[in-house]
């Protein structure tokens, strides 16, 4: 029995060793390449500047054994300039020859050039001025957070800043809603709210409880106009004094009759235009009149106050202006 254990060992060591021999002579293992994209090219554009140095940084990281010499990193990055950036990589080549041979040096003059702050601002005025608009709360979280972090400005003054700079009916939402939240569950908040806020119906505006004061009107055509209105100044001096001249009829023109008992007013229909009520604010009904002979036109406003029904109704009458027409030296005529 214990002969028979001896073999089995003996048999399972040689097998032990065999492998041992095999794995000995397989290649080592390849390791896993991760590829990297090219940076996007740069034509000098300032927002796009800090962006195109950390890709240029973060490719010659992990590239660095194809990139052995500075010499040739910097050759690389010249093939990334475009626009106005290789116009100005190139007349500077020649000339500072650093830029060949440092990529820290040629990465410090490219953003020394071409990255200043938006409009000759600086971070902290852009964040003061900065507004919401017509954009989403979401789109505009995206340009007040890359602002942020360039800012160095602290939590709570970048989320004061926020909301100031978010528009009012947002601002009524959050006003309660804001207290003890940081600055990012702030701007989610806006976000979530801004979007419930954009999906909601909008609301109809019902202008029949107005309390203001409103002129009532109807499609009824406008009223014929009469042959002569002197409240309104129809005729002119020059006409009115022909027909005194010629003793005619101040309202139509005829001869043979004066103005008081003109046939042409006889046919006149007169109606009241309901364009002429209106109900003012305090519930007052008013009518205009106007009372008026050959030489004198007088108008008047007549109110009936409505919280008199009670007791019976009561007109007042108030005037709101009288007006001489016709000049002195009319007077006694038609």
């Keep these: 029995m214990l002969k028979s254990y001896q073999e089995q060992l003996t048999k399972l060591q040689s097998v032990n060793e065999h492998l041992t021999q095999y794995i000995r002579t397989l290649p080592p293992p390849t390791p896993l390449i991760v590829s990297f994209a090219l ?4 034509d000098c554009t300032a927002k796009t500047c800090k962006g195109f140095v950390r890709q240029i940084k973060l490719y010659f990281d ?15 990055l010249m093939t990334l300039l475009t626009g106005k950036a290789i116009d100005w990589a190139s007349a500077v080549w020649d000339s500072d020859s650093r830029i060949k041979y440092s990529l820290d040096y040629f990465i410090d003059q490219i953003r020394e050039v071409f990255e200043y702050p938006a409009g000759g601002r600086d971070i902290s005025t852009q964040i003061i001025n ?5 954009r989403t709360a979401a789109e505009f979280a995206v340009e007040f957070r ?9 939590h709570i003054s970048l989320k004061a800043m926020s909301y100031h700079s978010l528009n009012p009916d947002l601002q009524t939402e959050l006003t309660c809603r804001r207290e003890d939240s940081s600055f990012s569950e702030f701007v989610s908040l806006a976000i979530k709210i801004d979007n419930l806020m954009r999906q909601a119906p909008k609301r109809k505006v019902d202008k029949g409880n107005s309390r203001s004061s409103q002129v009532f009107s109807t499609s009824r055509p406008p009223p014929q106009e009469e042959p002569m209105q002197l409240n309104n100044s129809r005729l002119s001096e020059e006409e009115r004094e022909r027909r005194r001249l010629h003793r005619l009829c101040y309202y139509c ?11 042409q007013k006889a046919q006149t229909n007169h109606r009241v235009n309901i364009n002429h009520f209106s ?5 007052t009904l008013t009518l205009p009149d106007i009372l008026k002979n050959d030489t004198l036109s007088l108008e008047l406003t007549a109110m009936v106050d409505s919280e008199s029904y009670p007791q019976g109704h009561r007109g007042e009458v108030s005037n709101s202006r009288s007006t001489m027409h016709p000049s002195h030296k009319d007077q006694g005529h038609r």
């Excluded at 990139?67 to 690389?76: G, S």
């Design 146 to 154: 890359t602002l942020a972090a360039q800012s160095r400005w602290n």
């Design 39 to 42: 940076p996007d090219k740069f």
């Design 279 to 283: 109900l003012l604010s305090n519930r």
């Design 130 to 134: 900065i507004k919401q608009g017509n």
């Design 62 to 76: 992990h590239q660095s054994d194809k990139f052995a010499t500075e010499e040739k990193k910097c050759a690389f």
């Design 253 to 263: 023109g005829e001869s043979g009759h004066r103005s008081l008992g003109c046939p």
